[in-house]
T-cell receptor, first 115, second 117 residues
Framework: AQTVTQSQPEMSVQEAETVTLSCTYD???????LFWYKQPPSRQMILVIR??????QNATENRFSVNFQKAAKSFSLKISDSQLGDAAMYFC????????????FGTGTRLQVTL | GAVVSQHPSWVICKSGTSVKIECRSL??????MFWYRQFPKQSLMLMAT?????????EQGVEKDKFLINHASLTLSTLTVTSAHPEDSSFYIC?????????????FGDGTRLSIL
């Protein structure tokens, strides 16, 4: 069974600084997708970034980028120039490429952004 | 982009009543939808996978008779919490993915906060 581990329950970053959230996963599949979702206090699930396992290039979305290490099964999220609005729970998630495959979530990291 | 609408956003009801939550895909047809439950400060736990025109697939430990799922059309799935009790109070979220597009992420509804008195 696939598992996703987020070893940092809480992280804190100063506004305008950079923070990295860690995620590791376990799978026997070779083709899959990885995602980072943000859940602010409103509890809406917002997709931050995604990565296809077959792509070697790390995904980037504006201030958000990932460090995808397939051999190490590691998928960390870097947030640059942190803003107050980045404060939220962040969930790492895995899905293999089957058509009806389900998402497996990590336990989440609560990110605080301080002035 | 793909939009998933969930209704109601918040419901409070007495113990013993049944509560129905709707999940709609507004601009795409979803052959598969997913239902999650989230306790405070915890992650999303998949309850079941809802398949249009067939029975839902429940995760281990989820009571099928307690959480009835119906996916009668390509744009609507419903979750009914039958004879709800205070321990069923939780945040329920549905999601769906645009079919036949391999790298599409799941799109989530805004969730339903269920409080059983």
């Amino acid at each position: 069974a696939q598992t996703v581990t987020q070893s940092q329950p809480e992280m804190s970053v100063q506004e305008a600084e950079t923070v990295t959230l860690s995620c590791t996963y376990d799978t026997s599949e070779s083709d899959y997708y990885l995602f980072w979702y943000k859940q602010p206090p409103s509890r809406q699930m917002i997709l931050v970034i995604r990565q296809e396992a077959y792509k070697q290039q790390n995904a980037t979305e504006n201030r958000f980028s990932v460090n995808f290490q397939k051999a190490a099964k590691s998928f960390s999220l870097k947030i640059s120039d942190s803003q107050l609005g980045d404060a939220a729970m962040y969930f790492c998630a895995y899905r293999y490429t089957g058509t009806a495959s389900k998402l497996t979530f990590g336990t989440g990291t609560r990110l605080q952004v301080t002035l | 982009g793909a939009v998933v609408s969930q209704h109601p956003s918040w419901v409070i009801c007495k113990s013993g009543t049944s509560v129905k939550i709707e999940c709609r895909s507004l601009d795409f047809q979803a052959t598969t939808m997913f239902w999650y439950r989230q306790f405070p400060k915890q992650s999303l736990m998949l309850m079941a996978t809802s398949n249009e025109g067939s029975k839902a697939t429940y995760e281990q430990g989820v009571e099928k008779d307690k959480f009835l799922i119906n996916h009668a059309s390509l744009t609507l799935s419903t979750l009914t919490v039958t004879s709800a009790h205070p321990e069923d109070s939780s945040f329920y979220i549905c999601s769906a993915r645009v079919p036949k597009v391999p790298n599409q992420p799941q799109h989530f509804g805004d969730g339903t906060r269920l409080s059983i008195l």
